[in-house]
């Protein structure tokens, strides 16, 4: 459980740009289990894959917690859990470079 008693907001951060791509609120509990590719495609944000999300390609990356992960390989529930104990645990903040 995380130190947060609400579900965490997702904050996606365009680093090219200097915007804030996307700032939810609120992530319904079955966006939370697909894939964070899959996930910001569903609202036209469009991450570089060219292997269909199967991590091949390792063209997916983002920014979370200071490392790049594969946005194919990775959940929305997976990011929570990762944020336990931390101090700003109710918020998941991507940066993808090219946008």
């Given at each position: 459980?995380s130190a947060?008693?609400?579900?965490?907001?997702l904050?996606v951060y365009?680093c090219?740009s200097?915007?804030?791509i996307?700032?939810?609120?609120?992530?319904?509990h079955?966006?939370k289990k697909?894939s964070?590719?899959a996930?910001?495609?569903?609202?036209s944000?469009?991450?570089?894959?060219a292997?269909?999300g199967?991590?091949?390609?390792?063209?997916c990356?983002?920014?979370?917690?200071?490392?790049k992960?594969?946005?194919?390989?990775?959940?929305?529930?997976s990011?929570?859990?990762?944020?336990?104990?931390?101090?700003?645990?109710?918020?998941i903040v991507l940066?993808?470079d090219y946008?």
């Amino acid at each position: 459980m995380s130190a947060c008693d609400q579900p965490p907001e997702l904050i996606v951060y365009g680093c090219a740009s200097h915007k804030t791509i996307l700032h939810m609120q609120q992530i319904r509990h079955e966006d939370k289990k697909i894939s964070l590719l899959a996930f910001l495609a569903q609202r036209s944000i469009k991450i570089a894959s060219a292997c269909n999300g199967k991590g091949l390609c390792q063209k997916c990356n983002v920014w979370f917690n200071s490392k790049k992960i594969l946005a194919c390989q990775q959940t929305l529930d997976s990011l929570s859990e990762a944020l336990n104990g931390q101090n700003d645990s109710c918020r998941i903040v991507l940066t993808v470079d090219y946008l």
